[in-house]
């Protein structure tokens, strides 16, 4: 009798250790799933500047002016948000925003007069494109003595520290025409990312879970499992066997599950041999899996993965090699419109390649100072029927824009009184 009471109660000892260690694992999974889920991530409250690193200082009586290339809404209500941060009134380094806006169409432009008349800070100029130039934009930076941080209106994500860095590295480099961000989702830098570990396996998604994403919670923008079910792929098929249409309107991307998740299965591995071809820059595929991927190291706190460049600072000298020019920083003095007129190779060519070689200053990259592109031209096209943009704005909201900054989960002209 006295064995059977021991025996029973070693079994309920056992039981009850079972049930403690079944807990603890619990607990443990779920501090690790938040730890690296980007659970932690913060509905931000005001418009203040983000954390950046402490030997970032704004150099004092320096005049910071960001020149934003305006013309498409739909992206700088979202790119408003970060902006904002990056205002001196906010604890940033930009005195004034000057939007200069090449577009006549009305809506446009009087989404652009609502949101100057809201910011002290934002100005607005209006110019027409010349000869595919944007002569008219770059002769809006008249200042010598003041550096002009230059903003594509469709980037759809800054880091904290993307102005900061590109101001510190141009003073601190004057060897340098100009410091340009990390682009992701640029032909240009692609190429490293994908050898820096930046890049991850993901594949377009079929019909076959077409009922999975449309009941996908909104505002969703973590892109691993189990955010995302792995995709059926069958070990070895690769993108090229799938097709390049899109499965149905707001389709994903899904992560390829582990021990099948090879790159070379994958639409960035087609397109991750280093140049500018439109092979590499219409493939709207490769761009969703460069979207997606960015998506995941955010979650993973990772974004350390896209450096790249010299071990003291993350520079890189292009040589006079072609660059994307979404976003850099360049003293006014060195803004030579007449020259790029001139030349007659569009600004970007111009800039990137041909101005560096003839006044002997290289066009630079800090490749810490990260922002991401939306879309080239000819990714557009397929790009917008994805759900891309809507995980930008869902990470906007939770990131980067307080509370009902941005109206709806997509953009809408009604929001803003503006009507046909």
Request: proline residues 5%; hydrophobic residues 35%; aromatic residues 12%.
């Amino acid at each position: 009798m006295i064995a059977l009471q021991n025996n029973a109660a070693g079994s309920t000892r056992r039981r009850r250790a079972v049930g403690f260690i079944a807990a603890v694992t619990l607990c443990l999974g779920l501090v690790w799933h938040f730890a690296h889920s980007g659970g932690s991530l913060k509905q931000v409250q005001s418009w203040t500047a983000g954390k950046h690193s402490s030997e970032l200082k704004r150099p004092p009586n320096q005049r910071i002016v960001g020149l934003l290339f305006y013309g498409r809404p739909v992206y700088v209500e979202m790119l408003d948000c970060y902006v904002r941060k990056n205002l001196v009134s906010n604890g940033g380094w930009l005195d004034e925003v000057m939007f200069v806006a090449d577009t006549t169409d009305r809506k446009d432009l009087a989404f652009l007069d609502q949101l100057v008349g809201q910011v002290p800070e934002y100005t607005q100029v209006r110019v027409h494109k010349d000869k595919g130039n944007f002569l008219g934009q770059w002769r809006a930076a008249n200042e010598s003595d003041t550096i002009y941080v230059k903003i594509d209106d469709d980037l759809v994500w800054l880091a904290d520290d993307a102005v900061p860095r590109v101001v510190s590295g141009l003073i601190s480099h004057p060897e340098a025409l100009a410091m340009a961000g990390n682009i992701i989702n640029s032909p240009v830098s692609r190429w490293f990312h994908y050898r820096t570990g930046a890049v991850r396996p993901f594949l377009p998604e079929t019909l076959a879970t077409k009922d999975l994403a449309e009941s996908e919670p909104k505002g969703q923008w973590r892109t691993s499992y189990p955010h995302l079910p792995y995709h059926d792929a069958h070990p070895g098929k690769k993108y090229d066997d799938y097709s390049t249409e899109i499965a149905f309107p707001g389709a994903r991307m899904l992560p390829l599950a582990p021990g099948h998740d090879s790159l070379k299965w994958t639409p960035l591995y087609g397109s991750s041999q280093y140049g500018t071809g439109w092979d590499k820059w219409g493939n709207w595929q490769a761009a969703q899996q460069t979207h997606y991927s960015f998506f995941w190291n955010v979650e993973h706190k990772t974004l350390d993965r896209y450096w790249f460049g010299s071990a003291t600072d993350g520079t890189w000298d292009l040589h006079n090699d072609h660059y994307n020019t979404n976003f850099f920083a360049m003293w006014g003095r060195d803004v030579n419109a007449d020259l790029i007129e001139k030349l007659n190779k569009g600004d970007e060519h111009g800039m990137t390649e041909y101005i560096p070689e003839i006044v002997d200053k290289p066009f630079m990259i800090d490749s810490h100072a990260l922002i991401v592109h939306y879309s080239y031209g000819r990714q557009l096209d397929k790009l917008r029927h994805t759900d891309v943009l809507d995980r930008y704005r869902a990470l906007a909201k939770e990131t980067a824009c307080p509370a009902n900054t941005l109206k709806g989960e997509k953009f809408r002209w009604e929001d803003y009184g503006i009507h046909d």
